[in-house]
Nanobody, 124 residues
Framework: QVQLVESGGGLVQAGGSLRLSCAAS????????LGWFRQAPGKERAFVAA????????YYADSVKGRFTISRDNAKNTMYLQMNSLKPEDTAVYYC?????????????????WGQGTQVTVSS
């Protein structure tokens, strides 16, 4: 089992920044890919960013490319999402997720474990 706990959400004005953290515990060695998803009210959970492999490959949704940066600190078993130039449309509950393979990395079905989510609200 793998446990994931997000933190760092909050209320920020448009144009501001936030950094989300995702602390992993348990059998983290079995996880190959880590990702961030978000879910706005009334919408499906959507892919944001992912990182995988020993080289730290990354992939971003077009909507956040150039504004968000995903990273991981393996020594701390922690993943981060640095969010800059935030927009009101970024408002959502953000979830971190872990999976065993980097296949269809933008699909929720590819991830085996999920955190409880952290709310990000961007005011205009």
């Amino acid at each position: 089992q793998v446990q994931l706990v997000e933190s760092g959400g909050g209320l920020v004005q448009a144009g501001g920044s936030l950094r989300l953290s995702c602390a992993a515990s348990g059998r983290t060695g079995s996880m190959y890919i880590l990702g961030w998803f978000r879910q706005a009210p009334g919408k499906e959970r959507a892919f944001v960013a992912a990182t995988w492999g020993s080289s730290g490959s990354t992939y971003y949704a077009d909507s956040v490319k150039g504004r968000f940066t995903i990273s991981r600190d393996n020594a701390k078993n922690t993943m981060y999402l640095q969010m800059n130039s935030l927009k009101p449309e970024d408002t959502a509950v953000y979830y971190c997720a872990a999976g065993r393979s980097a296949y269809n990395i933008d699909s929720v079905r590819s991830y085996n474990y999920w955190g409880q989510g952290t709310q990000v609200t961007v005011s205009s």
